[in-house]
């Protein structure tokens, strides 16, 4: 347990460090999730993918691709490469607004994130079985409030998730003094909108150059006024 670390953030930690393969974390947008995802108790680089409605299963496992001459080859995708990994032992997929897929990457992702023991999958020019390296390891992370928008067969697989409230504290270490406490805060006071750690980097990198008010009106937007106002009497929640 790290005392410095908001409850979320040493779930996160304590779950991903105990050797438990499947994490799910979700909430508000911008709090760290995809940061914490591709760098925690990783063995390596961490694969990467972005659920769109339009993913297809061939962005997941692979497709065939032009290798001149006339002939193609097999190009893995990188949920079997993370499957892989270094040396066949696995590594970290990361796969980001799980909520977002459908249909075909969806039955996919849920051979790429079956319990070890069922997943295999063959590979379509050599025949090889493929099988996920014992250090295979999968976060996927939504910006859901809850989980009723994620697929049963999905959740199912995901046994432990952890619920994001709070940006982690190595992302707001990056701001300004003044603007640390109102991020680790989260959210306007009255306004139950969490603001996002990216809009404080945009505000700061911004005031830095034209000003609070400008900075404020640019980023916030109709909340600007009401950002200032918090961040000057120090309101923020
Ligand atoms: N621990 C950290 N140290 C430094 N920067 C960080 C850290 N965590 C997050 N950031 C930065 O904060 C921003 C938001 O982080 P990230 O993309 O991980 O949020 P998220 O929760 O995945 O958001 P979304 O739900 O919108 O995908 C990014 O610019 C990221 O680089
Ligand atoms: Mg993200």
Not at 20 to 37: C, D, E, I, Q, S
Not at 93 to 121: F, H, K, N, Y
Not at 145 to 170: K, S
Not at 216 to 234: C, E, Q
């Amino acid at each position: 347990m790290d005392e410095g670390l908001p409850p979320c953030w040493n779930d996160v930690v304590d779950v991903l460090a105990s050797g438990v393969r499947r994490v799910l974390l979700f909430g508000p947008p911008g709090l760290g999730k995809t940061y914490a995802a591709l760098r925690l108790a990783t063995n390596g680089p961490a694969e990467r993918l972005t659920c769109t409605e339009d993913l297809t299963s061939a962005e997941i496992t692979g497709s065939w691709m032009p290798a001149g001459q006339g002939r193609w080859e097999w190009r893995e995708g990188p949920g079997i490469r993370a499957w892989r990994g270094v040396n066949g032992r696995g590594s970290r997929l990361v796969v980001d607004e799980i909520d977002r897929a459908s249909g075909d990457a969806l039955s996919t992702l849920l051979l790429i994130c079956d319990s070890p023991e069922s997943a295999r999958w063959r590979h379509p020019d050599s025949g090889e079985w493929v099988r996920p390296g014992e250090e295979f390891t999968v976060v996927v992370t939504t910006n859901s409030g809850t989980l009723e928008e994620i697929p049963v067969a999905l959740r199912d697989r995901f046994p432990v998730c952890v619920r994001i409230d709070r940006p982690h504290p190595g992302a707001v270490s990056t701001l300004s003094d003044d603007l640390r406490g109102p991020a680790l805060a989260g959210a306007l006071g009255g306004d139950e909108r969490f603001v996002s750690l990216r809009s404080f980097y945009a505000f700061d990198a911004l005031r830095a150059q034209l000003g609070a008010q400008r900075a404020a009106s640019l980023v916030f937007g109709s909340r600007a006024d009401a950002f200032l106002d918090a961040l000057a009497i120090g309101s923020l929640r």
